[in-house]
């Protein structure tokens, strides 16, 4: 009983605030996904982007085919990398979003709230979705930095890992 | 699989075996330090890179594992070897818990204060000057720019007024930009409206303002500025929209040498955010670094430990493990030499005492050999017995005497000896409180022996280990001596009877002569006859008494005696027997008791006594010593008679011998024997100056 306690207490943080919202728009063949991190962004991450550190969000996306008996089965992983950087000289952001090393997007701001409005609503990644039987699940999640827990225990920053029910194309 | 084992087994024993895994693992902990060396002058990016932390990680709990493998293993070996009991054990937990605390102490902390030192080192570094200075610089870059923007605005305002003031006209138009173009010293002056340029005025050192593109359509619907990078400097262009939509453009070009120290400023203030933002994941780097360094010294530590305690060790189980062998009953034998230290100096003094024991061994099988060859070839009987005397084995000549053959095969027990007619001797044994010498008649297999019997305890004669019985069967030799003693007996008789016998033969014979002859002499004759007769017969008749005597000693009754007040008493008896001969006691025991027959010794210190005033002259002196030498009692009789004559001393003891002439000649035959019950001995010596001493020793402990 205690243990479950223990979890509900620790689950119910992240049942109130995913942190991370996500619209799917299915197409045939393809999935329109669109992110909007609802996290306040850590202090650190803004102070380098007003600094003129190169900084970026990092979004991971993975498609699941849900199986009735065994695990689930991962179809495809792909990252979603949204780089802001501010010229010192000119005071430009300079704003690039490359899905899987490819360049989706880019563009540039005047000031660090429209830099930041771009990189937490990135544009939309186009997943491809197999043809198939069984429920996809999409399972998404923004990362920010790595900070390390006693000197060298890795914790990535960033929000919850969000599962979404992908929709059947019309 | 077995064979592969052995030869690992044996291969992985081999010093440079060790030696080549020991300065393999030195030169991967020289390739972790390479490493981390090099980790300084890598990139952030690739310092940061999170492989290298997965490789770290995986590096150290790696070491980890393996680590806590060998030391939970090795001490589960110890532990359950500690348990048993094996030799060696102990020391080696000792040692290598010595290792472990001597190791794992200073290297963890060592490893704390490197992680504590690079932490701070590092939150150091990100120190708040530092980041003042960065954002000084940037906040530099920025007013700079600002100011120039600033610049730009009023200029394009300045300009667009009067510009509107010279009226509607084109050519006063163009006239007053370039007149003001020259008058503000503006790197760019121009008139565009709707959409197209009406004049440009450039500065022709200012080339840059040619690459610059144009201002699109949208940004100039009404006032502002841009500044945007080109050939290495930065340009600022503002614009002002007039009444009539007309839009007039400034702009101006920064200094490139400004604009360059601006902007290394920036991507140094820019590098320093971003290694900010990296700064755990460098600690983390260097740290698992360093602990994987640690582990790496730990683990070598650790190994060298435990090959270290097995190797001190080996050569000590090797000695034990032989001892043990040799306590089990089996061959001692010697061990390999380890090395040439001090164990192996240990190890050979072993190897060297085994040579010895084996050389004394061999000398002591050599020498039971030739004793087992003399006992079985000897005439003696030879029993030992064990330290309870519960069970006897003896030599072929013991059984042959004890009627037991199966007493030379196996030990016996005594009551079995007992039941084959050897009780008396069994009893003898078993009295024996200590050494024992006597004599007991067996009837082993119905035939009765005369043994003479030494009983010999083994080691501490308080605490024997055993004892050792010597059987002489004295059987003949007994027969032999009581038929040489018929003999010499009948011959002395015969000897002694002889000798009155012929005077007897010739006065009877005188007698019947003068009996035949007649005469008036008869009588007289007969007279004279007849008392020689007597005379010899009553010579035959002290001999007779004086045999009886000596054949009728009785056994000496011992009891507390003093000797001074005996021999004083008797020697008052002597004195004045002769004229002009004294007698003299030296009385060195005073009140001293010993035990011994007074009446017998009394009789045999009148013997002697009766031979030395005998001998001694006129105005002659017989002196009687008592004295004590350690634990015997001499009694010396010392006269100044004619002394021995040169003649052997043993014949005075024999009965019937005499040198005077008169007498039995059993006197000193009765004294060696009343001194022999004694226990003591009886010799006679030739004195300094003539005369004879007879010393009688007695035991007086």
């Known amino acids: ?170 | 699989m077995r064979s592969w084992r052995r030869a690992w087994e044996r291969y992985r024993r081999q010093t440079r075996f060790l030696v080549a895994v020991y300065l393999l693992l030195m030169v991967l902990a020289g390739a972790a330090f390479w490493l981390f060396a090099r980790l300084r002058d890598l990139p952030p990016e690739e310092l940061t890179n999170r492989l290298l932390v997965f490789l770290l990680w995986w590096f150290d709990l790696t070491l980890i594992a393996v680590l806590l493998f060998m030391l939970l293993r090795n001490l589960t070996k110890l532990l359950l070897e500690r348990h048993h009991g094996v030799f060696g054990s102990r020391f080696r937990a000792k040692l290598l818990l010595s290792y472990l605390v001597l190791i794992f102490g200073p290297t963890l902390l060592v490893f704390l204060l490197s992680a504590s030192l690079l932490s701070h080192a590092a939150a150091r570094w990100f120190s708040e000057p530092v980041e003042e200075m960065a954002a000084q610089g940037a906040a530099l870059a920025a007013g700079l720019r600002a100011e120039a923007e600033a610049r730009a605005r009023r200029s394009a305002a300045a300009v667009a007024r009067e510009v509107a003031r010279a009226g509607e006209s084109r050519a006063a138009r163009i006239a007053a930009l370039e007149r003001l173009h020259g008058l503000l010293g503006n790197h760019l002056t121009a008139l565009w409206r709707d959409g197209v340029s009406v004049i440009e005025l450039q500065d022709p050192r200012a080339e840059v303002l040619r690459r610059l593109s144009a201002l699109d359509e949208n940004s100039l619907a009404s006032g502002g500025q841009r500044s945007e990078r080109a050939g290495g400097t930065l340009i600022v262009r503002a614009w002002e929209v007039m009444a009539d939509g007309s839009v007039v453009v400034v702009g101006e070009v920064l200094p490139a040498e400004l604009i360059a120290a601006q902007a290394r400023l920036a991507a140094a203030g820019a590098a320093y955010e971003q290694l900010k933002l990296q700064r755990t994941a460098m600690t983390a780097t260097m740290v698992l670094g360093f602990g994987g360094f640690a582990l790496l010294v730990v683990f070598a530590a650790v190994w060298l430990g435990l090959h270290l305690s097995r190797r001190f060790t080996a050569p000590l189980l090797s000695l034990v493990a032989s001892t043990e062998r040799a306590a089990r009953g089996e061959t001692l034998e010697e061990v390999p030499l380890p090395a040439d230290d001090e164990v192996g100096l240990l190890v050979e003094s072993f190897n060297a005492m085994v040579r010895r024991l084996k050389e004394k061994e061999a000398a002591l099988e050599d020498t039971v050999h030739r004793l087992d060859t003399v006992l079985r070839g000897i005439r003696t009987g030879v029993l030992t017995m064990d330290r309870e005397r519960t069970s006897v084995i003896g030599n072929p000549a013991a059984a042959a005497l004890l009627g037991m053959p199966q007493l030379a095969l196996r030990p016996l027990a005594l009551d079995e000896v007992a039941a084959a007619g050897n009780a008396r001797l069994v009893d003898t044994l078993r009295s024996a409180a200590g050494p024992v010498r006597g004599s007991v008649t067996v009837e082993a297999a119905g035939v009765a022996r005369a043994l003479e019997l030494a009983v010999l305890p083994l080691g501490d004669p308080a605490q024997p280990q055993g004892w050792v019985v010597a059987l002489e069967d004295l059987t003949q030799l007994l027969r032999a001596q009581r038929q040489a003693a018929w003999s010499e007996v009948a011959r002395r008789i015969a000897h002694q009877i002889k000798n009155p016998l012929t005077p007897i033969r010739l006065a009877a014979e005188r007698i019947a002569r003068h009996a035949e002859k007649g005469g008036g002499s008869l009588g007289s004759v007969v007279s004279q006859g007849c008392a020689a007769i007597v005379e010899h017969v009553q010579a035959m008749q002290e001999m007779v008494d004086a045999f009886a005597l000596y054949a009728k000693l009785p056994p000496v009754s011992l009891r507390p005696t003093q000797l001074g007040q005996l021999v004083a008493q008797l020697v008052a008896l002597y004195d004045g027997l002769r004229p002009n001969l004294r007698f003299r006691v030296e009385d060195h025991l005073g009140d001293e008791e010993v035990l011994a027959d007074p009446v017998q010794l009394r009789q045999a210190l009148a013997n002697l006594l009766d031979n030395a005033a005998e001998a001694s002259p006129q105005g002659g002196e017989v002196v009687v010593t008592l004295a004590r030498r350690e634990s015997e009692i001499t009694i010396t009789v010392a006269d100044r008679g004619t002394g021995l004559d040169g003649g052997d001393p043993e014949l005075f003891f024999q009965p019937f011998y005499s040198t005077k002439g008169r007498g039995s000649g059993i006197g000193l035959a009765v004294v060696q024997r009343i001194v022999a019950d004694h226990g003591g001995t009886i010799r006679l010596l030739p004195r300094e100056g003539g005369g004879v001493e007879a010393v009688v020793t007695l035991p007086g402990g």
């Open chain 1, 1 to 170: 009983m205690v243990v479950c306690a223990l979890v509900l207490a620790a689950a119910l943080p992240n049942a109130e605030r995913p942190g991370l919202e996500v619209s799917l728009t299915p197409a045939p063949g393809r999935l329109t996904v669109q992110l909007v991190v609802q996290h306040e962004i850590p202090q650190e991450w803004s102070r380098a982007l007003v600094a003129g550190a190169p900084v970026s969000i990092t979004y991971r996306l993975r498609l699941f085919r849900n199986r009735r008996w065994l695990w689930d089965q991962r179809l495809s992983g792909h990252e979603l990398v949204v780089e802001a950087q501010r010229d010192p000289l000119t005071g430009v952001f300079t704003l690039i979003a490359r899905q899987d090393g490819e360049v989706l997007a880019s563009g540039h701001a005047a000031t660090v709230e429209e830099a930041i409005h771009w990189v937490t609503h990135p544009p939309p990644a186009a997943v491809p979705v197999p043809l198939r039987h069984d429920p996809l699940w999409l399972v998404v999640r923004a990362e920010y930095l790595t900070r390390y827990k006693l000197l060298v225990i890795p914790s990535t920053v960033g929000t919850e890992w969000v599962t979404r029910a992908v929709p059947e194309s019309p």
